[in-house]
């Protein structure tokens, strides 16, 4: 198999991917709570919408950091399956005319995620490469 990027840089592309992803649906969710970026008005707090929006932009800001990725990268895959099946599988069966490529692409991406690594550019691997510092110390002080 030829590969375009050298072996190297898979993990640092698949950091990227969750950098860009989750930029992208963070304008989604300060889109619900704040209206920006756009012309909307921002939604009820207290809707199914304004849930959306705080999930969208919260945990979009840990899928940016590379936060807890895991558990978080779930839960927005789930989200992202109910905004399908509530909001656009009723319209019809086929994604491309109902509207729903963006909400299934989503959510397979942060399917992914759920079970792949962030990427060396994450709080969660600078969180692992502390984990045995801290091991080693805590050994040493006992």
């Given at each position: ?12 592309l ?25 012309t909307?008005?921002p ?15 919260f945990?979009?800001l ?37 509207g ?14 759920a ?28």
């Amino acid at each position: 198999m030829t590969r375009l990027f050298p072996a190297p840089w898979a993990p640092r592309l698949l950091s990227v991917l969750r950098i860009g992803a989750a930029l992208l649906f963070i304008a989604h969710g300060t889109q619900k709570l704040f209206g920006v970026p756009g012309t909307r008005p921002p939604v009820e707090l207290m809707s199914q919408m304004g849930v959306a929006g705080v999930l969208e932009t919260f945990g979009g800001l840990l899928m940016l950091l590379g936060l807890f990725t895991g558990p978080i990268a779930f839960l927005l895959a789930g989200e992202m399956a109910v905004a399908y099946l509530m909001a656009h599988a009723p319209r019809g069966a086929w994604p491309l005319l109902n509207g729903g490529e963006l909400p299934l692409l989503y959510a397979l991406t942060w399917l992914f995620f759920a079970a792949a690594a962030p990427g060396p550019w994450s709080l969660d691997a600078l969180r692992r490469e502390r984990a045995p510092e801290r091991r080693s110390t805590q050994r040493l002080a006992a």
